[in-house]
């Protein structure tokens, strides 16, 4: 109502006919006004995310991590080191050889000179260390 107002007071016109209709008509021209705005603005934005945004299956996507998600990354990462530091020994040694090294649990096993069952619940026990240590 007031942007109807400040149109009407600024409008140049003699007599109006019939004001209803005018009045409608600036509404009408008000709302056209603002659609046509968010057409242009949707248009540039489009652009310029055309630009900056590599386009991937019909989604857009930028592969760049935020800021934000580069700080918590770094931070987890050390709380996870922090956590491997702090397993048990006979735990840390399974887990580094199986999880970190790549063998499996049969060669672990026999490098170590214990069972595969053994190598199982050393790798139970240092899972269970590092989930609590990051929920924590």
């Known amino acids: 109502m007031q942007e109807i107002w400040l149109h009407v007071a600024r409008a140049d016109t003699g007599p109006v006919a019939n004001p209803l209709a005018f009045l409608h008509r600036v509404g009408m021209n008000i709302v056209l006004d ?5 057409q242009r603005r949707a248009k540039r934005e489009q652009g310029w995310s055309d630009v900056a945004i590599e386009q991937r299956g ?11 998600d580069i ?10 080191a922090a956590a491997i530091e702090a397993l048990p020994a006979g735990a840390a040694r399974v887990f580094r ?18 069972t595969r069952s ?4 050393h790798i139970a026990v240092a ?8 929920q924590r």
Request: cysteine-free; glycine content about 8%; proline content about 4%.
């Open 127 to 134: 899972l269970r260390h590092l989930r609590e240590a990051m």
């Open 34 to 38: 603002r659609v046509r705005e968010r």
């Open 97 to 114: 050889r199986h999880k970190l090294d790549g063998l499996s649990h049969s060669e672990v096993a026999a490098e170590l000179g214990i």
């Open 71 to 80: 700080v918590d990354g770094r931070q987890q990462a050390r709380r996870l």
């Open 118 to 121: 053994a190598v199982e619940k």
């Open 58 to 68: 019909g989604e857009a996507a930028d592969d760049r991590p935020s800021p934000e």
